[in-house]
């Protein structure tokens, strides 16, 4: 497995800001991932982290929405911009070691609230 | 499009008793199924998963059984504790590499034990 951190826990945002939240590995991995999942739902994959390189966002999703940059094999950030109340969510940060490998391992997760 | 779908939606079972959760999907593609525990205020761990060329994995008192030709499986919590009291997701993953590779979950199954 994986031990995956993640900052901020929870955040308490207004609206029209942005929150960028970080995940960061014990050891380098190949693949990255930000999901989003609403309260009571499931999980809803946001976009792949690519290092070096514009991350795949899924559909639904934009960049300019949720920026995502990813500097090196253990590190990404998820940014939320110009939050509104809808965006009250948590975001996940999941690895996998290798690309198409099967376990995906997630991290504790962001709480965030916009007001 | 719902390519796997989950169901209870909650479940009730007494301490000592047999949880039971099912998951059916539509790809044949998807060659690993893995299940999720989530607990509150936590992100989902991977608890147990099976490939389709087996019908039953166990691990602990944890049982995945697992239909090919009727596109379905379950996850069979023998002996259900308190602690066991969690959202449980089923998820599926098809075959190749890269980002093409993604997890879809099912919409989760909150289990509560009673004492």
């Known amino acids: 497995s994986a031990v995956i951190s993640q900052k901020p826990s929870r955040d308490i945002c207004q609206r029209g800001t942005s929150l960028t939240i970080q995940c960061q590995v014990d050891?380098?991995?190949?693949?990255m991932f930000w999901y989003r999942q609403q309260p009571g739902q499931s999980l809803t994959l946001i976009a792949t982290?690519?290092?070096?390189?514009?991350?795949?966002?899924e559909s639904g999703f934009v960049i300019d929405k949720f920026p995502i940059s990813r500097p090196n094999l253990t590190f990404s950030t998820l940014t939320v911009s110009n939050m509104s109340p809808e965006d009250s969510s948590i975001y996940l940060c999941?690895?996998?070691?290798?690309?198409?490998?099967?376990?995906?391992?997630f991290g504790p997760g962001t709480r965030l609230t916009v007001t | 499009q719902q390519q796997v779908k989950q169901s209870p939606q909650s479940l009730i079972v007494q301490k000592g008793g047999i949880s039971i959760i099912n998951c059916a999907y539509e790809?044949?593609?998807?060659?690993?199924f893995p299940w999720y525990q989530q607990f509150p205020g936590k992100g989902p761990a991977l608890l147990i998963a099976?490939?389709?060329?087996?019908s039953e994995k166990k691990e602990g008192r944890f049982t995945i059984s697992f239909n090919k030709s009727a596109k379905q499986f379950s996850l069979h919590i023998m002996d259900s504790q308190p602690g066991d009291s969690a959202t449980y997701f089923c998820?599926?993953?098809?075959?190749?590499?890269?980002?093409?590779?993604?997890?879809?979950f099912g919409t989760g199954t909150r289990l509560q034990v009673t004492l």
């Open positions: 999941s690895v996998a070691r290798l690309a198409g490998a099967y376990e995906q391992y």
């Open positions: 982290a690519n290092q070096g390189s514009e991350a795949t966002y």
């Open positions: 050891s380098q991995v190949t693949m």
């Open positions: 099976i490939r389709p060329d087996v």
């Open positions: 790809n044949t593609a998807f060659d690993y």
């Open positions: 998820a599926a993953f098809p075959p190749g590499a890269g980002t093409a590779s993604k997890l879809t």
